[in-house]
């Protein structure tokens, strides 16, 4: 089991920045793929980005390409989520993700093939 915890939610102004954390706890956090999904009221869970367990691999979805930035600190057990350039649009509940998917493999932007995830953190960009 891995237990996933968000914080750094909040509310800011369009252009402005924040830095989402995800820490894990429970079975061995290095070994394990890590993502970020978002969720709009009304709107399915999508997907934000995600990180190799080596932090060697990044994906990110076409939406926030050059503006989020995901990383991992596997010493500390946390992944990060820095969000610049803010938009109204990236307004959403935001959800850490965990998975042990073979190490050779892309990392599957579909949320269900996530097994754990965290409560998720609000983030309300106004304009």
């Known amino acids: 089991q891995v237990q996933l915890v968000e914080s750094g939610g909040g509310l800011v102004q369009a252009g402005g920045s924040l830095r989402l954390s995800c820490a894990a706890s429970g079975r061995t956090f290095s070994s394990y793929a890590m993502g970020w999904f978002r969720q709009a009221p009304g709107k399915e869970r999508e997907f934000v980005a995600a990180?190799?367990?080596?932090?060697?691999?990044?994906y990110y979805a076409d939406s926030v390409k050059g503006r989020f930035t995901i990383s991992r600190d596997n010493a500390k057990n946390t992944v990060y989520l820095q969000m610049n350039s803010l938009k109204p649009e990236d307004t959403a509940v935001y959800y850490c993700?965990?998975?042990?998917?073979?190490?050779?493999?892309?990392?599957?932007?579909?949320?269900?093939?996530?097994?754990?995830w965290g409560q998720g953190t609000q983030v309300t960009v106004s304009s």
């Open positions: 993700a965990a998975e042990d998917f073979p190490h050779s493999v892309d990392l599957p932007y579909y949320s269900g093939s996530w097994g754990y």
């Open positions: 990180i190799s367990w080596s932090g060697g691999s990044t």
